[in-house]
């Protein structure tokens, strides 16, 4: 390979271990010599000589939940992107131990650093207990937490309810996500806050579980509220909504304006098609691997924007 590329083998080693002093080109000879030559990196091997394992830990919670499982997703592809890859285990977030077991397997892995998919207060209450030796950021907490990496939800949720009381809107209900969740929890502050700086009375929180389920199930209670509009803490609950309210004999937007949240990839093909809060999980698992790898530090990152994507399920209240 040295060979090929023209470079002596002590450049070849520079350049397989990522060596800060390789010059741009020379990287470039030997990548293309590896490319030629079918080379595949043994990080194991290279592990040993350099007593770097690089890989990040994950450990994730309620991973089946749209927003957990989509940041693990770009947390894997954005650190193989960088020479990393991902080791997972996962754990009840409601059991203490099983998360500190879960932190143990990791760390035993050799990994060099942790991000934590964090939705709950009690696995950010069971992290603060542990040292664990490498660095550690936390996703989904909501900013609670020390290093902790968010999209800002009570922003988000200032959206939703901002793009209906600017339709017109003022008896607007929201449908929560689970107590338990700290961004359900933000989401409901957001909801309440918007209200309060536009001058318009609370509205009612209707509890839901995430599921298309609950938020049919939500629809005689919403229907009861005498609202207009809906703020769904997210887009399955918004579904189960919009089916409700159909077999009610209710049209959307054209007797209740709904909005969801997170922009999953099925919202733009509901009927109608979802009004939402769009989250950037993938600029997310960027920050989260930048900041274990040295290239940022996590405490220095404001939290990650939301977005508006404005469709069809939202109009002014007849």
Excluded: C
């Amino acid at each position: 390979m040295a060979a090929l590329a023209g470079v002596s083998r002590q450049t070849v080693s520079r350049v397989l271990n990522d060596h800060p002093e390789v010059a741009a080109d020379t990287k470039q000879r030997v990548e293309s010599a590896m490319a030629e030559l079918g080379y595949r990196m043994n990080n194991a091997a290279r592990a040993l000589g350099t007593r770097r394992s690089r890989t990040i830990g994950v450990l994730a919670s309620d991973a089946l939940q749209y927003g957990p499982s989509r940041s693990i997703a770009a947390l894997e592809a954005t650190a193989r992107e960088s020479g990393y890859w991902v080791s997972a285990a996962f754990a009840d977030a409601g059991d203490a131990e099983a998360v500190v077991a879960a932190v143990e397997h990791l760390v035993a892995q050799g990994v060099e650093g942790i991000v934590v998919v964090a939705p709950h207060a009690r696995t950010l209450e069971a992290l603060d207990a542990l040292r664990i030796g490498v660095p550690v950021v936390t996703l989904h907490s909501a900013g609670r937490g020390a290093r902790g990496l968010w999209v800002d939800q009570a922003a988000g949720a200032r959206l939703a309810v901002a793009a209906l009381a600017d339709a017109g809107h003022t008896r607007i209900a929201h449908l929560a996500g689970p107590a338990d969740w700290l961004e359900a929890e933000s989401r409901v502050q957001g909801f309440t806050a918007e209200l309060a700086a536009r001058g318009l009375e609370p509205g009612p929180v209707i509890a839901g579980d995430w599921s298309a389920g609950s938020g049919y199930a939500a629809t005689a209670a919403i229907r009861a509220a005498g609202v207009t509009a809906v703020f769904a803490a997210n887009d399955q609950m918004a579904l189960g909504l919009l089916g409700g309210l159909q077999e009610a004999g209710l049209s959307v937007p054209a007797d209740l304006s709904v909005v969801g949240f997170d922009d999953i990839p099925d919202a733009a093909f509901y009927w109608p098609r979802l009004t939402t809060v769009r989250q950037d999980f993938d600029e997310l698992a960027r920050r989260a691997v930048a900041a274990l790898i040295g290239t940022v530090e996590a405490d220095a990152l404001a939290p990650v924007a939301p977005e508006l994507i404005s469709r069809a399920s939202v109009a002014p209240p007849r």
